[in-house]
């Protein structure tokens, strides 16, 4: 038995994960489960194994407990071993004892080891970009989720879906996530990007949208030694004739401490924020063939204009829709995060992080094959690097160790050549062809309704 699961660490060590042998070694991964006290069984589902075979469930499009355990017997078959059998109740179980822990610890490294990998004068001014974001993800309607997670409130019992509020942290320069909060679908996104400030450190940029442009938030992020580049809240008036002027459309003045504590933030949390804070504000004018032109006013806490000019900050906002919007659009449409299958909260919440991880390990991949080819990071497909990623690892597990590099060397090859499209100004009509089925909406719970087919 042992060996059998030797045998399945090894194969996903040299297929999974060898985009990480570098950034995330096996040491480091054991060196996690010791900390976290979880012990190994004599089984074939070692937290090893079951890690990685998390990770090669959520790449695949067909993300069944009985494809992954197919996957392992093929692999176990390939390699002469005794094959496990087909039921799909000890990678079940061996999931569910799989630490949630683990996987949360394992992003933010994969992340940081790959942000050290990118040069510090490619960093846009040398600083590293922070991004936030929120979204929503719904589950399986289960009574457990619904504990947890509600449905929506315009939605009858019975008829809706389990809803969760996600708020998501990338990496501007590798696009890795690097944080995420996950609560019930009424946690306001503000609570959750506040709560995920304490990551920041010294010298890091966040950049958000304007939602995120208050006192408040630029005070939170100044208290952990860094900046933000946010959109100016659309409650906010700005008067350019006052304040220290440092260029057209550019100047520096003082936002006072609001009087309210606002929402869901304590009073001793709101009493600890400054009295006063020095803001920039910058008017940029943006332009787009087939749109009329629309101005934005951009605040932040980075004062000085020479070192940060206007130009620079209006490419620096620019850049926050393909890091987080689109890269959110990857999340749920790409790597399907946007429906979770989970019956249990427990297990949402790994599904959630073993997308968040898997998500992170194409990245890597996608940063190797920019650094060694020479393509713009930006213009690698990410839903290319899945596919051939998935159409690879199946004989990564099984090649030799010469074998195994000139398949990693074609997988880079073919990732550099696919790649995005060039659409400068596109504009499509947001309409869909196809037809939806005549079907009426579900507008009662299931049970009701099977009951009057009865009838």
Known sequence: MPNRAEIL????????????????????IEEILVE????????????????????SQVLDPDKSLSNAVKRIIAWMGAAGGECPSPDT??????????????????????????????????????????????TTVLMSDTAAN?????????????????IAKLVVVFSLMTGAVVAACLAAFKTSEMELSRLLYADLEPG???????????????????????????????????????????????????????????????????????EF??????????????????????????????????????????????????????????LGMEMLSAKTPEMVRKDLWAHLLAYNLLRTVMLQTAQSSGQALSRLSLQGTRQQFIHTIGLLAIATRKVQQKLYRILMEIVAKDLL???????????????????????????????????
Not at 37 to 50: A, G, K, L, S
Not at 101 to 130: H, K, M
Not at 146 to 162: E, I, L, R, S
Not at 311 to 334: D, F, I, M, S
């Open 204 to 274: 890091d940029v966040a950049l958000a949208d304007q939602a995120y442009g208050t006192f408040t938030d630029l005070a939170l992020v100044r208290q952990q030694g860094a900046d933000g580049v946010f959109r100016k809240h659309h409650a906010r008036n700005t008067d350019f004739r006052r304040g220290q002027k440092l260029g057209i459309g550019d100047h520096a003045v003082r936002w006072h401490k609001p009087r309210e504590c606002p929402k869901h933030m304590s009073e001793e949390d709101f009493s600890q924020l400054p």
């Open 9 to 28: 660490k090894q194969q996903f060590n040299q297929s999974i994960g060898l985009p990480w042998q570098n950034l995330l070694p096996e040491s480091r």
């Open 36 to 55: 976290e006290n979880i012990q190994y069984r004599n089984c074939v589902y070692t937290p090893i194994v079951t890690l990685w075979a998390l990770m």
């Open 89 to 134: 109740g000890a990678y079940s179980k061996a999931r569910q004892r799989f630490s949630e822990s683990v996987l949360q610890r394992l992003i933010p490294d994969t992340a940081e080891s790959l942000e050290q990998a990118v040069p510090v004068a490619e960093q846009w001014c040398g600083l590293r970009v922070r991004v936030y974001d929120g």
């Open 277 to 334: 804070l020095d803001v920039r504000e910058v008017s940029l004018l943006l332009r787009r063939r087939g749109f009329r032109d629309l101005r934005i006013i951009i605040v932040t806490t980075l004062l000085d204009a020479k070192r940060y000019s206007a130009q620079q900050l209006g490419q620096l906002y620019g850049l926050r829709w393909q890091a987080a919007e689109v890269n959110l659009r990857h999340l749920k449409t790409t």
């Open 421 to 455: 499209p060039l659409r400068v100004f596109r504009s499509e009509p947001r309409v869909v062809k196809r037809r939806p089925k005549p079907f009426p909406r579900m507008n009662k719970p299931r049970d009701v309704l099977k009951a009057a087919l009865a009838n």
């Open 146 to 162: 619904q504990a947890d997670y509600p449905q929506h409130g315009n939605q009858k019992p019975g008829c809706g879906f389990p």
